[in-house]
């Protein structure tokens, strides 16, 4: 059933994608990253580690990670546009040039009842992988932001390393 303020403003495709969000299996994300749950799904599956990362080399968060994500960094996670603006996108806030506190929210923020960062559980490379059959999380960073494309192999084998030695701050 159409909602009635959808009558003819909203174009059909649009009508749909707005009706999946009143969905219970869909997970949240803004738009481009959207990724639907899979039935039943509760969001414990695990994220992909990348095969050439073995944990034998711990990157350290300020000065290998926290760049990545900063505002100035590769992916510029910490712009304005994205998570650098409290609360920030999905009420994430990653602050520029502060890789103390955005450690500390990384590690506060949690999707259900499993961490964004801090371990083997945790679901941030969940949403930095590329695989198609990842259905935990918006995938990053977003296709039409202000950073275009995906995490490059060789970053997500820094994070995947940094996440196998436990995320440490």
Not at 61 to 86: K, N, V
Not at 92 to 118: C, H, K, Q, W
Request: aromatic share 8%; charged share 15%; hydrophobic share 35%.
């Amino acid at each position: 059933m159409r909602h009635p303020w959808l009558r003819r403003a909203v174009p059909l495709g649009l009508t749909l994608s707005l009706t999946a969000c009143l969905s219970d299996d869909v997970e949240f994300g803004l738009p481009g990253g959207l990724r639907a749950r899979r039935e039943g799904n509760t969001g414990n599956e695990a994220c992909p580690i990348d095969p050439a990362a073995d944990g034998s080399v711990c990157p350290d968060w300020t000065t290998d990670i926290y760049p990545l994500f900063d505002e100035t960094g590769t992916y510029g996670c910490a712009l304005q546009s994205c998570h650098g603006r409290a609360p920030g996108a999905s009420g994430l806030f990653i602050p520029p040039g502060d890789a103390a506190t955005a450690y500390a929210n990384m590690s506060m923020f949690e999707n259900a009842t499993r961490p964004y960062v801090g371990g083997a559980d945790s679901y941030i490379l969940c949403n930095l992988s590329p695989d198609p059959d990842v259905k935990i999380g918006s995938l990053m960073p977003l296709v039409g932001g202000p950073v275009q494309g995906l995490v490059s192999g060789d970053d997500l084998v820094a994070l995947s390393n940094w996440v196998l030695c436990g995320s440490p701050p």
